[in-house]
T-cell receptor, first 114, second 111 residues
Framework: EAQVTQNPRYLITVTGKKLTVTCSQNMNHEYMSWYRQDPGLGLRQIYYSMNVEVTDKGDVPEGYKVSRKEKRNFPLILESPSPNQTSLYFC?????????????FGPGTRLTVL | GENVEQHPSTLSVQEGDSAVIKCTYSDSASNYFPWYKQELGKGPQLIIDIRSNVGEKKDQRIAVTLNKTAKHFSLHITETQPEDSAVYFCAARGGSYIPTFGRGTSLIVHP
């Protein structure tokens, strides 16, 4: 079954405490990305990766880091979280060469920074 | 870059009525327009898409139309049911992998 998994699903932390949200996919997709979803603002892209060791900034990259050391994993790192990073985060992959260019989203990670 | 506007932000209908969500895009090079449905507590899921060489596409109760000249596309849901209640996102994509999403429409179907 095509799957994008994220961990943790829920996280409450304090300002400045480094955290990592993991993302893993089993579809061998080259393209992966991270979004944050905030009320009234929709889905905004944080970072994306076209392939292993290739990453680039999206629309709202400030305060985030990513790495792509292997194809299946694309962790999102918050070195020093702040309350304005409280949000719902989604990892997504993109299948190419299929009938539809479908993005597959993970189930989301609800992050609260106090 | 691409800019996608989506309206309305909230749509409330009675069960059995039709619902229409509209999006406009700015980049004439965009050629792929997917629609995603996000149910409560879940990630968005593709429900239908259309490419720029097609004007309309239907899949049971949902349909999408595209007007390239006017740069707008719409999602139509007929005979709405309570399980259609969700947040719907439109998106537009051009030559790159990277789609631009609208801000979402919260559809509420009242039984």
């Amino acid at each position: 079954e095509a799957q994008v998994t994220q961990n943790p699903r829920y996280l409450i932390t304090v300002t400045g405490k480094k955290l990592t949200v993991t993302c893993s996919q089993n579809m061998n997709h080259e393209y992966m990305s991270w979004y944050r979803q905030d009320p009234g603002l929709g889905l905004r892209q944080i970072y994306y990766s076209m392939n292993v060791e290739v990453t680039d900034k999206g629309d709202v990259p400030e305060g985030y880091k990513v790495s792509r050391k292997e194809k299946r994993n694309f962790p999102l790192i918050l070195e020093s979280p702040s309350p304005n990073q409280t949000s719902l985060y989604f990892c997504a992959t993109l299948g190419r060469g299929e009938r539809t260019d479908t993005q597959y989203f993970g189930p989301g990670t609800r992050l609260t920074v106090l | 870059g691409e800019n996608v506007e989506q309206h309305p932000s909230t749509l409330s209908v009675q069960e059995g009525d039709s619902a229409v969500i509209k999006c406009t895009y700015s980049d004439s090079a965009s050629n792929y327009f997917p629609w995603y449905k996000q149910e409560l507590g879940k990630g968005p899921q593709l429900i239908i898409d259309i490419r720029s060489n097609v004007g309309e596409k239907k899949d049971q109760r949902i349909a999408v139309t595209l007007n390239k000249t006017a740069k707008h596309f719409s999602l139509h849901i007929t005979e709405t049911q309570p399980e259609d209640s969700a947040v719907y996102f439109c998106a537009a994509r051009g030559g790159s992998y990277i789609p631009t999403f609208g801000r979402g429409t919260s559809l509420i179907v009242h039984p």
